[in-house]
């Protein structure tokens, strides 16, 4: 059997807390900034926790004519507008009806439900409210008139989306993909996890022994994807495998030896053909949950077995909070830029060990490093766990 | 890619009208234009503490596959193990909980079960399936769409059985939907259903195209991402032969599956 194509990273394009354009994004995580700030946009003043990584201001795009005033829409357009300031990616420069778009999210548009609920009645909001209307908005702006899909496997999402992408461009459905992931804050989801008590009034430090939980932020991340024997310009690098597994064990908490994880990875590396030791680095979920980290920290044992001791694994939650359905798009973007620059990210507020999170977490500051192979991990909601296997350029 | 084999499915569909009125269907043909019936599907019963909180959609899935073991006649153990994979298609299930969430101020618990993710998780925990899974949202085509990954991983090899499961409900948001024409064309029939696929002969074709206008009356009513299997039931009850197609539309996308040399297990043969 012949082997499947491999698809490219083309370009990358984002908005976070951090920084509304790739290299702001890379810059501030280098550095060790954050992005965590009391949340104005939606009233939190009935919260435990007013705090996440919000963006201020989506100052990339003046004229919003045509995208509906919808915030997880709008997320996604200004990632998608960097995107295409980097690839020349709009107009399109293809046939529209070979152009896809595979976005991931955990929320879609709960925005718009919680404002129709809340008697705004505007023709476009309980539609709006369908969690693959954000998707279908994104490829209006574009212009894209190929697949149009939507994933949500919650926190894993992103990395869902990217392999979902990828699929479509084995199968030949499409000939460039538009694909990542998305999530707003709002009112909905702060105040889920406010009611599940996972947030954090500290400082999110990933697998740090003084670790209380997480904060949520906000995002779109979203790849250029391309067959590599169709790529005539440069690349970010090349997705080489994904893998995926159901905990089965609960359905907001992992399951406690972190089987599910540990068999995504396997299947990631099976689906890239490599082997544990040929990994040179992991972006981690870390949330900064006491129980999500040191179940990772095993899973990532077990998987790779001695290379996991050898090899520095970071968590970017620390800088921007956790971006849900943008998360794990935006932690495979940042291993791409980790090889092209030389440097990996640190893993920031994390400053006193935990004995069971006994591996290299990058502490401190960001590391020299040049990886070629990359592991990133995601886990979610329902016991849903992703794997990505990447590939420098 | 190769077509998969069909081991079993299993259906569950709307059989009570929302507004209480004896037929709230009549021919599809008549239905239009209508205010919106919808038939519903009752919350299932089941027995165990785990389930006192579970909304009334993953009760569904779990009876859909439920459903589709007895039409197998296996026994739950034969879907258990990381060999399953799990895809699961909706368009607004998770609309029914939101709306709880939002309106009552419910806690974390009700907020996990806001989740898609949730629904096809109530499955994975219950029957212990741990393999590959998915999750798309959108309508017919979205559940075609996750036939054709299915088969895909028992192409490759990821899976030794897959299911596809579909769930939509709408009687808890009636009055939202009943203001937008895209939900009110046609009257909406609540359905869940699992499909179990495992490796087959012949050759399965997804096609997806955009555009075109109008789209034909739905047998029996709007039934969204569950429509398709709601359609396979209807195929091989009439004990078929030869190649199945099964199609469906969503936002502008005309989706389109075709099944050659469809092979299906004799009933609990496999098992």
Known sequence: ?393 | MHAPSIRALGLLTGDRACDGSADPLGSPAAAPRQATPILTLARPDRPGDRFRRATRECLLALAAVDAMLEDGKAPREAIAGERTALLYATTAAYGASNREFVERRGGGTHFAYTAPAVVPAEVAIEYGVTGAYGILIGGAPATLRAIEQAAQLLDDGTCDRALVLAVEIFEECADLYAGHRRFTRWPLVETAACLWLERGEGELRFESVRGGRGSPAPRGGERFAAGPLADLREWLDRAPAGPLELSGRWRGERARLRWSMLTSHPRGSAA
């Not at chain 1, 920031?348 to 500051?365: F, K």
């Open chain 1, 1 to 393: 059997m012949a082997a499947p194509d491999r698809v490219a990273i083309a370009a990358a394009g984002v908005i976070t807390p951090i920084g509304q354009d790739l290299e702001a994004f890379w810059s501030a995580l280098i550095t060790g900034a954050s992005g965590i700030s009391q949340i104005e946009r939606v009233p939190v003043a009935d919260l435990r926790v007013q705090r996440g990584g919000e963006v201020k201001k989506l100052g990339r795009i003046k004229e919003w004519r045509g995208v509906p005033d919808c915030r997880a829409t709008r997320l996604l357009v200004a990632a998608a507008d960097d995107l295409c300031a980097q690839s020349a990616f709009r107009p399109l420069p293809l046939d529209p009806a070979r152009v896809g778009v595979v976005v991931g999210t955990a929320l879609g548009g709960v925005e718009e439900g919680e404002k129709a609920l809340a008697g705004d009645r505007t023709r476009r909001r309980l539609p709006g409210a369908l969690y693959d209307a954000p998707g279908w908005n994104l490829a209006r702006w574009l212009g894209a008139r190929g697949p149009v899909i939507t994933v949500s496997t919650a926190c894993a999402s992103g990395a869902t989306a990217l392999a979902v992408g990828a699929d479509l461009l084995r199968r030949g459905e499409a000939d460039a993909v538009v694909a990542g992931g998305y999530d707003a804050l709002c009112r909905f989801v702060l105040r889920g996890f406010n009611a599940l008590r996972s947030l954090t009034r500290d400082e999110v430090r990933p697998f740090d022994r003084r670790r209380s939980g997480l904060l949520l932020g906000e995002a779109g991340a979203l790849a250029l994807l391309v067959r590599e024997r169709d790529l005539t310009g440069p690349r970010l690098g090349t997705l080489l495998g994904y893998g995926s597994a159901s905990d089965g064990f609960h359905i907001a908490a992992p399951e406690p030896e972190g089987r599910g994880l540990e068999r995504a990875i396997r299947a990631a590396l099976a689906g890239a053909r490599l082997s544990p030791a040929e990994v040179d680095f992991v972006s981690a979920h870390g949330t900064a949950t006491p129980l999500n980290d040191r179940i990772e920290t095993a899973a990532l044992k077990r998987a790779l077995g001695p290379r996991a001791h050898e090899i520095p694994i970071n968590s970017i939650k620390g800088s921007l909070g956790h971006t849900m359905g943008a998360a794990a798009a935006l932690e495979a973007f940042m291993c791409l830029l980790a090889a092209r620059r030389g440097l990996i990210p640190p893993t920031l507020h994390l400053e006193e060990p935990d004995p069971q999170c006994d591996l290299d977490y990058v502490p401190g500051r960001a590391r020299a490093a040049r990886p070629r192979i990359m592991l990133s991990t995601s886990m979610g909601f329902g016991g849903c766990n992703g794997a990505l296997v990447l590939e420098a350029a």
